[in-house]
């Protein structure tokens, strides 16, 4: 069983930066794993932000293209979301997923002034 650890969320005014970590307990599972962050709103489902495959090929939603940033470290079994330019529709639960079978317990992420 493979666990996922989400950290660095928190309350960010509208414009603001935010870095979310996600570190696997698995470095060799990690390591050829594509990896994912998927958000929720209230009310809302839940929906893909960001994909980097095990070769590191990211795909974007359209809605945080040119902003926001997933990288991932195989040493260290961790990937990052970089988010800049932060909306208030932003404003969610942010999960990091692993292939298609693990999700971490997710952070919030608030964008208020």
């Known amino acids: 069983q493979v666990q996922l650890v989400e950290s660095g969320g928190g309350l960010v005014q509208p414009g603001g930066s935010l870095r979310l970590s996600c570190l696997a307990s698995?470095?060799?599972?990690?390591?050829?794993?594509?990896m994912g962050w998927y958000r929720q709103a209230p009310g809302k489902q839940r929906e893909l932000v960001t994909t980097?495959?095990?070769?590191?090929?990211?795909n974007y939603a359209d809605s945080v293209k040119g902003r926001f940033a997933i990288s991932r470290d195989n040493a260290k079994a961790t990937i990052y979301l970089q988010m800049n330019s932060l909306k208030p529709e932003d404003g969610a639960v942010y999960y990091c997923r692993m292939g298609n079978n693990y999700w971490g317990q997710g952070t919030q992420v608030t964008v208020s002034s």
């Open positions: 980097i495959t095990s070769g590191g090929t990211t």
């Open positions: 698995s470095r060799s599972i990690f390591r050829i794993s594509t």
